[in-house]
C-alpha cells in the first residue's frame, strides 16, 4: 500500500498524457520534414512497404531473404538522402521521456512481473510527500540536520539511542508492527524525530500522514458533521485510517470532548486491529492521557505503544 485516493490512477493519466503530447510533438516534426522534404517521406514509404512484404513473405512461409537486400539498399538511399537534407536523422524516431520505460512508468522484464521504472518511483515519492502535508516541514526535519553537540554527555546519550530506535523503527517498518508515543516536555525533540521517520519513510514510497492532533480532530469532526459532504474532507478522513503511518502531533493540546475521545480510541483500534502503525507525541503523562482521554484509550496505547520519553535541552532555541 502506498498511494492513496485515486493517486495511483492519477499517476497513470500522466503518463498517458506525457505519451499523447511526444506523439504529437514527434507528428508535428514529422510533417514539418517531410513537407519540406518530400523524397524522404517517399524513402520512408518504401521501407515501410518492404517490411511490410517480408512480414507478409515470413507470414505465408516464403523467403523472407530477398528482401534483406532491398531493405538494405532503400536504407542506404534513406541515408543519403537525410544528409543531402541536412536534417536530424533520429526526426521520425519516436520521442520518450523516459528512454528507461518508455513513458509507460512501469519496466517489462522477460523472467518476471513488471517493475516500477525509477522515474515512476520518483513521481510516487513526490506525490507521497504532497499528500503528507509535510513538504514545508521535512525540508528542516529529517536525519541529515540533526545535531548531537547541543546536549550534555547524560541526554546525548539518553537521545542517541532515541535516535537509534527510531532508525531501527524505519528499518523494520514493513516487518515488525510497531507504535511510538513520544513523551516529553517541549522542544525535546518529539516532532522532530517524527519528522525523521517520516522523511525516510516517505523516501522508501510509504503513505504517511502527519497532522496535529487539533487539525486531526478539527478535520474528523468537519467530515462527521458537516452538512456538506465535502468530497476532501471525506477523503482525508480516509487516509487517516488507512495510510501506512499515521502520526498525531501534540496531543492533549486540542479542546478535549467526547466525540475526541471517542474518535481517538477508533483511529488507535481500528489500525491497530490492520496493524498500521501510529506515531504520537504528547506533553502528557501517561497518567493524564488516562484521565483526560479514557481509560480504554490508555490501555490501548500502554498495551501496544513504545513509549520514547525524551528530555534534554529545548531543541527549538539549538537547532
Ligand atoms: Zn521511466
Not at 136 to 157: Q, W
Not at 212 to 230: M, R
Not at 254 to 275: H, Q
Amino acid at each position: 500500500m502506498a498511494l492513496q485516493n485515486g493517486a495511483f490512477e492519477r499517476l497513470q493519466e500522466e503518463y498517458s498524457s506525457i505519451r499523447i503530447e511526444n506523439e504529437r510533438i514527434r507528428d508535428e516534426r514529422l510533417k514539418k520534414v517531410y513537407s519540406e522534404h518530400p523524397e524522404l517521406k517517399e524513402s520512408d514509404q518504401k521501407i515501410m512497404d518492404i517490411l511490410t512484404e517480408k512480414a507478409l513473405a515470413a507470414l505465408k512461409g516464403n523467403d523472407e531473404a530477398a528482401y534483406t537486400d532491398k531493405l538494405a539498399q532503400a536504407r542506404a538511399e534513406r541515408e543519403t538522402l537525410i544528409k543531402a537534407a541536412g536534417v536530424d536523422p533520429a526526426y521520425a524516431d519516436r520521442i520518450y521521456t523516459c528512454p528507461y520505460c518508455k513513458d509507460t512508468g512501469f519496466i517489462v522484464k522477460s523472467d518476471g512481473p513488471a517493475e516500477k521504472c525509477k522515474c515512476f518511483r520518483k513521481r510516487e515519492s513526490e506525490i507521497l510527500l504532497e499528500q503528507s502535508g509535510m513538504a514545508a516541514l521535512l525540508k528542516n526535519n529529517n536525519f541529515s540536520v540533526m545535531r548531537t553537540d547541543v546536549f550534555d554527555e547524560e541526554t546525548k546519550d539518553h537521545f542517541v539511542k532515541a535516535v537509534e530506535y527510531c532508525r531501527g523503527f524505519i528499518d523494520t517498518f514493513d516487518t515488525d508492527y510497531r507504535n511510538i508515543l513520544f513523551c516529553g516536555t517541549v522542544g525535546t525533540g518529539k516532532s522532530f524525530l517524527s519528522c525523521c521517520i517520516a522523511s525516510d519513510l516517505i523516501a522508501t514510497y510509504h503513505s504517511v500522514v502527519y497532522m496535529s492532533a487539533k487539525t486531526l480532530f478539527d478535520t474528523l469532526a468537519e467530515a462527521q458533521f458537516s452538512k456538506e459532504k465535502l468530497p476532501d474532507v471525506a477523503a482525508v478522513r480516509e487516509r487517516i485510517y488507512d495510510c501506512d503511518l499515521l502520526i498525531v502531533d501534540d496531543l492533549g493540546t486540542e479542546m478535549t470532548n467526547s466525540f475526541v475521545g471517542t474518535e481517538l480510541f477508533s483511529i488507535i483500534t481500528e489500525r491497530y486491529n490492520s496493524r498500521r502503525s501510529v506515531i504520537i507525541s504528547t506533553n502528557l503523562e501517561l497518567a493524564q492521557l488516562r484521565d483526560r482521554y479514557s481509560d480504554r484509550v490508555f490501555s490501548r496505547i500502554t498495551g501496544s505503544y513504545d513509549v520514547l520519553r525524551l528530555y534534554g535541552p529545548d531543541l527549538r532555541s539549538v537547532l
